[in-house]
């Protein structure tokens, strides 16, 4: 038997099957009655649900396998954790604030229409019809083509304009600059609320502390821990140290 | 991905088999300009700012994937690394910063390995008939689905005759659809894993005429609306102000068109324009000058400084030899109203609305009473109405190709359900995932940092473990 059928089988059973039988749910029949009406509060709403519940499970499950993940160092595994946790609720937070604001559709349209609205004015259109018109390209075309191209050309810019304005503003500058420059003081904070009722942190040696002056508990490296204890222990050193 | 053969066989056999040669052409498909042939020709004789957002928001879901790693990748740690604001430890930062380039690479591992696939999965899933009706896109197969199979039957293809292959599929299937609807008042679908074919019932059907019917009702409706809300009284506040400032209004209109006529080039004309703007504002009086000298300025937007001349001149042109003649010789505002809507291009254009919604409301009726009436058989009375007709029907014309506006209320219905059952699916997936890519960043990252920067990690390298096995040595303090 060859691989491919088998592993058709197994994307039929695993996934295709499991899809159809999701799409034929009732919450899915009336999910997809809120899409066919356009109704904006609903898929809104969606947008909403799924930004909390997807990063709100994703910082718990961060924070949660940062604190436990024994193969981060020991102090710098909290502040590890304090920044998935200062992350993820910004995070949260902004793309909320993006959704009814900069990646929201009316605002979006808003923004087009004062930056680009005079390209679509009355006046605006109909030189462009006239121009149109001279096309001997695409030959005589009816009023009505012309507002249904328009009314098309319209919609796919302000498209276009909500993904780029979405892309720049929301995914690249509100979640990759604002939220790590917020994020990065506000998991000092967390990881002092975290550490609240922990004995005095203590920093490995190798650590260079550029910003905090107050002096630190510094753990010796186990070699010169050593010797210093050899001192003592150490028999010719001893025989060396009574002479 | 799979790609089932015998479906492309099907579509292969109807577009260009015996079949087609066959054919009577009942159906008149109006080439010309098409919709889509407008909007391309638009998009050309745009500024290049519009047309560059054209060209860059069109972009593919993969650039947005390496849009958002790019920025986790390189941006993030950038703010985390060196905040000015935190007091933590610059180690710490810089090993918790380091955790976002990791995290980048995983993200584009995660989505190439499960959200691409899975997307493409959903996507081969409605265009194969694997789901229910409400989903099939049998009837109009995605342009990139209908690629791939082209691609996979014929890999001897160019890429030149892939995309002629695919546009006289994405033709032919579109024709079918509303030829089907036309008639046969039902629409074809396949399914997956089977040659045979089903129709839809004509109770779905009656649905979709139903909701067809309903839009065009919902526009002509809002179209009356605006008519008499907005419309008319725009033009009765116009036409009272030529009646009380036909003077003034004469003498500005002219005097702009003087200035206008002399400026050599759109930018010249733009600046009078703009000057004139400043000075009229903040007036009331003047606000329908204000008005004006913002509706001339529309006209520069395209085309060229003959174009721009020619434009404004028949518009000033219009309104001094016309329009403030006309009004001026009224002695109240009551005359003022009912010239504007005795006028008689306002008058055909309101019977023309009151008409459309009349006979739309007819035809909803009779479908909602369950008369059986086919989507033909309203396309044919609407045309009965334009040939015979009179004003009320004015706007019927819009609405002649009925079949083929029920074809694309289906199209958008399938397409809305597709869209919602995608958002939650995926909202599922990402979900389910969550737990995946988290164990493994916490998996890969720190043993990243282990074998990368050792000093940061506090793990000394194999190397340097050395050097202090031979410094002991020297000391004496190891023998082997």
């Known amino acids: 038997m060859s691989i491919k059928p088998v592993t058709r089988k197994v994307v039929d059973y695993a996934i295709r099957k499991p899809l159809k039988a999701l799409s034929e749910t009732k919450?899915?029949?009336?999910?997809?009655?809120?899409?066919?009406?356009?109704?904006?509060?609903?898929?809104?709403?969606?947008?909403?649900?799924?930004?909390?519940?997807?990063?709100?499970?994703?910082?718990?499950?961060?924070?949660?396998?940062?604190?436990?993940?024994?193969?981060?160092?020991?102090?710098?595994?909290?502040?590890v954790a304090a920044l998935d946790l200062a992350n993820g609720g910004l995070m949260i937070a902004t793309q909320l604030l993006m959704h009814f604001t900069i990646s929201n559709k009316k605002v979006q349209t808003w923004m087009?229409?004062?930056?680009?609205?005079?390209?679509?004015?009355?006046?605006?259109?109909?030189?462009?019809?006239?121009?149109?018109?001279?096309?001997?390209?695409?030959?005589?075309?009816?009023?009505?083509?012309?507002?249904?191209?328009?009314?098309?050309?319209?919609?796919?810019?302000?498209?276009?304009?909500?993904?780029?304005?979405?892309?720049?503003?929301?995914?690249?500058?509100?979640?990759?600059?604002?939220?790590?420059?917020?994020?990065?003081?506000?998991?000092?904070?967390?990881?002092?609320?975290?550490?609240?009722n922990d004995k005095p942190a203590v920093t490995h040696k190798d650590t260079k502390n550029t910003y905090d002056t107050e002096e630190k508990d510094i753990i010796k490296p186990e070699a010169e821990t050593n010797q210093a204890n050899n001192k003592d222990t150490n028999l010719p050193n001893k025989m060396k140290q009574n002479k | 991905m799979n790609v089932d053969k015998v479906k492309f066989n099907n579509i292969s056999s109807t577009a260009y088999g015996q079949t087609l040669q066959n054919r009577k052409n009942n159906v008149n498909f109006k080439g010309a300009a098409s919709v889509s042939d407008v909007t391309t020709e638009i998009n050309n004789l745009m500024p290049k700012k519009?047309?560059?957002?054209?060209?860059?928001?069109?972009?593919?879901?993969?650039?947005d994937i390496i849009i958002n790693s790019l920025g986790t990748a390189f941006l993030a740690?950038?703010?985390?690394?060196?905040?000015?604001?935190?007091?933590?430890?610059?180690?710490?930062?810089?090993?918790?910063?380091?955790?976002?380039?990791?995290?980048?690479?995983?993200?584009?591992?995660?989505?190439?390995?499960?959200?691409?696939?899975?997307?493409?999965?959903?996507?081969?899933?409605?265009?194969?008939?694997?789901?229910?009706?409400?989903?099939?896109?049998?009837?109009?197969?995605?342009?990139?689905?209908?690629?791939?199979?082209?691609?996979?039957?014929?890999?001897?293809?160019?890429?030149?005759?892939?995309?002629?292959?695919?546009?006289?599929?994405?033709?032919?299937?579109?024709?079918?659809?509303?030829?089907?609807?036309?008639?046969?008042?039902?629409?074809t679908l396949q399914h997956a894993n089977t040659t045979k074919t089903t129709q839809i019932s004509s109770e779905e059907m009656r649905k979709y005429k139903i909701a067809t019917l309903e839009d065009i009702l919902k526009s002509e409706t809002e179209e009356l609306k605006k008519f008499n809300e907005v419309k008319i009284p725009q033009r009765i506040a116009r036409s009272e102000y030529y009646r009380l400032h036909a003077s003034e209004?004469?003498?500005?209109?002219?005097?702009?068109?003087?200035?206008?006529?002399?400026?050599?080039?759109?930018?010249?004309?733009?600046?009078?324009?703009?000057?004139?703007?400043?000075?009229?504002?903040?007036?009331?009086?003047?606000?329908?000058?204000?008005?004006?000298?913002?509706?001339?300025?529309?006209?520069?937007?395209?085309?060229?400084?003959?174009?721009?001349?020619?434009?404004?001149?028949?518009?000033?042109?219009?309104?001094?030899?016309?329009?403030?003649?006309?009004?001026?010789?009224?002695?109240?505002?009551?005359?003022?109203?009912?010239?504007?809507?005795?006028?008689?291009?306002?008058?055909?254009?309101?019977?023309?609305?009151?008409?459309?919604?009349?006979?739309?409301?007819?035809?909803?009726?009779?479908?909602?009473?369950?008369?059986?009436?086919?989507?033909?058989?309203?396309?044919?009375?609407?045309?009965?109405?334009?040939?015979?007709?009179?004003?009320?029907?004015?706007?019927?014309k819009k609405y002649e190709e009925f079949t083929k506006l029920v074809a694309e209320k289906y199209k958008s219905t399938i397409e809305a359900n597709i869209k919602g059952f995608k958002r939650i699916s995926g909202l599922l997936v990402a979900t389910l995932m969550l737990p995946v890519s988290c164990w493994l960043l916490n998996w890969v990252y720190p043993r990243f940092m282990d074998a990368v920067f050792p000093n940061l990690s506090n793990k000394k390298h194999s190397n340097e473990a050395h050097e202090y096995i031979d410094k002991a040595n020297q000391n004496g303090e190891v023998h082997k």
Request: aromatic share 8%.
């Open chain 1, 112 to 196: 087009f229409e004062k930056l680009y609205g005079k390209y679509f004015t009355r006046p605006a259109t109909k030189s462009l019809q006239a121009l149109l018109a001279k096309n001997d390209k695409l030959g005589p075309i009816s009023g009505d083509n012309f507002h249904k191209g328009l009314k098309k050309y319209k919609k796919d810019i302000i498209n276009a304009f909500g993904c780029l304005t979405s892309l720049v503003a929301a995914s690249v500058f509100a979640k990759r600059v604002v939220v790590p420059f917020i994020a990065t003081p506000l998991a000092d904070k967390t990881k002092a609320w975290m550490s609240r």
């Open chain 2, 77 to 187: 740690p950038i703010f985390i690394k060196w905040n000015p604001l935190s007091k933590t430890d610059e180690d710490t930062r810089t090993y918790s910063a380091w955790r976002q380039p990791v995290s980048a690479a995983l993200a584009v591992g995660t989505q190439g390995l499960i959200t691409i696939p899975f997307d493409r999965i959903v996507v081969n899933m409605v265009n194969s008939g694997w789901f229910n009706d409400a989903h099939n896109k049998t009837a109009f197969k995605d342009e990139k689905y209908i690629t791939k199979l082209v691609k996979n039957n014929h890999p001897e293809f160019t890429k030149e005759r892939v995309e002629q292959e695919v546009s006289k599929i994405q033709k032919q299937q579109n024709e079918d659809l509303i030829r089907s609807i036309k008639e046969k008042d039902t629409i």
């Open chain 2, 249 to 396: 209004a004469t003498k500005f209109l002219t005097d702009l068109q003087q200035e206008v006529n002399k400026a050599k080039d759109k930018g010249a004309i733009e600046k009078i324009l703009t000057s004139k703007e400043k000075s009229l504002k903040g007036k009331a009086q003047d606000k329908e000058l204000l008005n004006i000298v913002q509706e001339l300025r529309g006209m520069l937007v395209y085309g060229k400084t003959e174009d721009a001349h020619t434009n404004i001149n028949t518009k000033i042109d219009k309104i001094v030899k016309k329009h403030i003649p006309m009004y001026q010789q009224l002695d109240s505002k009551e005359a003022v109203v009912n010239t504007v809507k005795g006028n008689e291009d306002i008058i055909k254009r309101k019977a023309g609305l009151d008409g459309a919604i009349e006979k739309i409301n007819g035809f909803l009726e009779r479908l909602k009473n369950n008369e059986n009436i086919t989507s033909a058989q309203i396309e044919d009375e609407i045309k009965a109405l334009i040939k015979n007709g009179d004003n009320n029907t004015s706007r019927l």
């Open chain 1, 27 to 79: 919450f899915l029949q009336h999910v997809e009655k809120q899409y066919r009406k356009d109704n904006v509060k609903f898929i809104s709403g969606i947008g909403v649900t799924s930004i909390v519940l997807k990063d709100g499970f994703g910082c718990y499950l961060y924070v949660k396998q940062s604190l436990n993940n024994e193969k981060i160092p020991e102090d710098k595994r909290k502040f």
């Open chain 2, 50 to 63: 519009l047309r560059t957002i054209y060209k860059l928001g069109s972009g593919s879901e993969l650039r």
